[in-house]
């Protein structure tokens, strides 16, 4: 059951899991809206969410990630918005409130893959070889 709640996950961040698929149909269950956003270009999150059988609310924008989250806010209408990010990630969008994702996985009992994969991993804006 949905709790008013808008909750976002960084890319960098989903990265680390090792079921993203489930974690983000896990997250569902107490979430009205689950989305994943990047600073990356749109083709690198419909990518990763194809190929991981993702279900993403947040269509992919062009735009930067805070951009994305600001956009998000204005659509969905909850008493609570929060992002889970990478545990070295910067402080997040106005009125999201950042969770790391360490912190995540422990509450909600998620599995982490290895700590080296990050958004560093992913293709650049040069790097077209993750084109859909």
Not at 106 to 119: I, M, Y
């Amino acid at each position: 059951m949905a709790t008013g709640l808008t909750l976002a996950f960084d890319l960098a961040a989903l990265r680390r899991v090792t079921d993203p698929a489930g974690t983000v149909a896990d997250a569902r269950r107490w979430s009205e809206h689950v989305g994943v956003v990047t600073d990356q270009p749109p083709h690198v999150l419909t990518k990763f969410t194809r190929e991981h059988a993702v279900e993403n609310d947040f269509p992919p924008e062009p735009a930067p990630a805070a951009e994305t989250l600001e956009h998000m806010r204005t659509h969905h209408d909850t008493e609570r918005y929060v992002l889970v990010v990478p545990d070295d990630a910067l402080p997040t969008a106005e009125g999201w409130e950042r969770l790391p994702l360490s912190e995540a996985a422990e509450r909600a009992d998620w599995e982490l893959g290895d700590s080296t994969a990050s958004e560093s991993d992913a293709p650049t804006v040069e790097d077209d070889s993750d084109w859909p």
